[in-house]
């Protein structure tokens, strides 16, 4: 049987953007042998130190971007890695797809729907577990730079360290042997070394389907 290739995937659950991108990857899983393995990051920790250059229409936004990743945190530590992916889901479904936003009621439903206990709802305005979600922030940072946000992807490279970058930015998000060759570009690409950016204007907003 042919062993599974890790994929790391840092995600913040308030990221529009990088949901697209995690609904491609699991996509990709369907049709390459890759298993993902979820991770959190922050937009709130990334850009606590530069409120001030952040427009005040978003200002808010990032304070509630705590309640939301404290609770996936809370609940990898407490029940284990496996309910990050479900719950994940569940978060993102009921933010973006059904858009309910990143409201107290959203969490407690996604918990639900994820077979979660609704107390881990209490973790949204705890910092008992703020060491874990930082660390967690970090190591996915540190692969790319503090100029990206979410996500962040890396992959083993064929020397054995890992290959790692943001993005890709997609929507929507493509399905079958579309979604695997844009796998197939994007590690081809992120691959190469001193490769750093492929970008053109967005012009169409996230399509959630």
């Known amino acids: 049987m042919t062993q599974k290739t890790p994929v790391d995937f840092w995600f913040d659950p308030i990221c529009p953007w990088a949901w697209m991108t995690s609904r491609w990857i699991l996509e990709v899983e369907k049709v390459r042998d890759i298993e993902i393995r979820w991770h959190v990051m922050s937009l709130a920790v990334l ?10 229409r978003y200002r808010e936004g990032l304070q509630r971007a705590w309640a939301p990743v404290r609770v996936v945190t809370a609940a990898r530590q ?17 933010f973006h797809n059904r858009g309910e936003g990143n409201t107290r009621e959203a969490i407690a439903g996604a918990l639900a729907d994820a077979g ?12 008992k577990y703020d060491v874990e979600l930082r660390a ?13 946000g979410t996500p962040v992807i890396a992959v083993p490279g064929a020397d054995g360290e890992q290959i790692a970058f943001f993005g890709p930015v997609v929507t929507p998000a493509p399905k079958g042997e579309e979604a695997a060759r844009l796998w197939d570009g994007t590690l081809l690409v992120a691959s190469v070394p001193g490769f750093y950016e492929i970008k053109r204007t967005r012009t169409q907003d996230p399509v959630f389907d």
């Open 136 to 148: 967690s922030h970090k190591e996915g940072i540190d692969k790319v730079g503090q100029d990206v």
């Open 78 to 94: 407490l029940h284990g890695d496996e309910v990050v992916g479900p719950l994940y889901t569940a978060l993102g479904t009921r």
């Open 116 to 127: 979660l206990p609704e107390s881990l709802i209490a973790y949204a305005d705890s910092e």
């Open 47 to 56: 850009n606590e130190n530069k409120l001030d250059e952040v427009p005040e």
